[in-house]
């Protein structure tokens, strides 16, 4: 999205600050987040710390953020566009809930310039943008940009399946051996703070009762099996990570559910 857009949308006189001078600041700020996100190296991002002496950051980001950009018209179009473009509309953080607000990376609060900056927000639902508020790149806590830190492409994330009546899911996290450590404890941070493993457990019940469901009306263990490996390729190509594909892998793999435990789910 083109940042002179979101600049006409939401740039004012905020006090002694002159439109000229919010959109410079805005632009300068923006241009250090991204050299930064080029480099992969968000942590030393400074904060915001020149502002004319009658305003704060609150009084920055509210305006700009809060009342021009997420209520007014021109603004909350650009809202939208960056809400809505995650696939069908979910949290980019649990992959679960729909996304029905933004989340800053880099706290508001903290950096009031970067608050209306398309790099720095994240589709999320309500939640996890509660539970990860203080939780900025650059305050030591930790927390991964879906933009410009790469998820590990080998499986970072496994479905444990009890085979027993009732039929349950646990969810584990393990870092594959080449990914950096640093990026993996940002990562476990964010997923920690979201609960991520809950919202999957919580889910996965859903997925079970689907799979019995369909296998019921299969007679043949081989066609059983087939079908597990069919669902598993239609989740895949949503989501690899998505708890959908995890528990349909897990069930699929489990001859104990394909031959007779998926009764256990109906």
Same mark, same amino acid.
């Given at each position: 999205?083109?940042? /002179?857009? $979101? #600049?006409?949308?939401? @740039?004012?006189?905020?006090? *002694?600050?002159?439109?000229?001078? !919010?959109?410079? &600041?805005?632009?300068?700020?923006?241009?250090?987040?991204?050299?930064?996100?080029?480099?992969?190296?968000?942590?030393?991002?400074?904060?915001?710390?020149?502002?004319?002496?009658?305003?704060?950051?609150?009084?920055?980001?509210?305006?700009?953020?809060?009342?021009?950009?997420?209520?007014?018209?021109?603004?909350?179009?650009?809202?939208?566009?960056?809400?809505?473009?995650?696939?069908?509309?979910?949290?980019?953080?649990?992959?679960?809930?729909?996304?029905?607000?933004? /989340?800053? $990376? #880099?706290?508001?609060? @903290?950096?009031?310039?970067? *608050?209306?900056?398309?790099?720095? !927000?994240?589709? &999320?639902?309500?939640?996890?943008?509660?539970?990860?508020?203080?939780?900025?790149?650059?305050?030591?806590?930790?927390?991964?940009?879906?933009?410009?830190?790469?998820?590990?492409?080998?499986?970072?994330?496994?479905?444990?399946?009890?085979?027993?009546?009732?039929?349950?899911?646990?969810?584990?996290?393990?870092?594959?051996?080449?990914?950096?450590?640093?990026?993996?404890?940002?990562?476990?941070?964010?997923?920690?703070?979201?609960?991520?493993?809950?919202?999957?457990?919580?889910?996965?019940?859903?997925?079970?009762?689907?799979?019995?469901?369909?296998?019921?009306?299969?007679?043949?263990?081989?066609?059983?099996?087939?079908?597990?490996?069919?669902?598993?390729?239609?989740?895949?190509?949503?989501?690899?990570?998505?708890?959908?594909?995890?528990?349909?892998?897990?069930?699929?793999?489990?001859?104990?559910?394909?031959?007779?435990?998926?009764?256990?789910?109906?």
């Amino acid at each position: 999205m083109k940042i /002179d857009a $979101v #600049l006409a949308a939401v @740039v004012v006189n905020i006090g *002694s600050l002159t439109k000229a001078e !919010l959109g410079s &600041a805005i632009k300068s700020s923006r241009t250090e987040l991204l050299n930064h996100c080029t480099d992969r190296d968000l942590v030393p991002v400074p904060p915001t710390t020149v502002l004319p002496a009658d305003l704060t950051a609150e009084m920055v980001h509210s305006t700009i953020y809060g009342t021009k950009m997420r209520e007014r018209t021109a603004g909350r179009e650009i809202y939208n566009l960056i809400k809505n473009r995650t696939p069908a509309r979910r949290c980019s953080y649990c992959g679960v809930s729909t996304a029905n607000t933004l /989340d800053h $990376v #880099l706290e508001k609060s @903290v950096w009031p310039y970067l *608050s209306v900056v398309p790099e720095n !927000l994240v589709p &999320a639902c309500s939640d996890c943008n509660s539970h990860l508020r203080g939780r900025s790149i650059g305050n030591g806590e930790g927390k991964f940009h879906l933009y410009y830190e790469n998820l590990p492409t080998q499986p970072w994330i496994e479905c444990q399946l009890t085979e027993s009546a009732p039929i349950a899911t646990t969810f584990v996290y393990k870092r594959p051996p080449s990914y950096p450590l640093a990026l993996w404890n940002r990562l476990q941070n964010t997923v920690d703070a979201i609960g991520l493993s809950r919202l999957y457990a919580a889910n996965a019940p859903r997925i079970v009762r689907k799979a019995a469901r369909n296998l019921e009306r299969l007679g043949r263990i081989e066609d059983r099996a087939d079908h597990m490996k069919e669902m598993v390729g239609d989740y895949e190509d949503f989501d690899r990570f998505g708890y959908e594909y995890l528990t349909t892998y897990a069930l699929s793999r489990s001859d104990w559910f394909i031959d007779a435990g998926y009764t256990l789910a109906l």
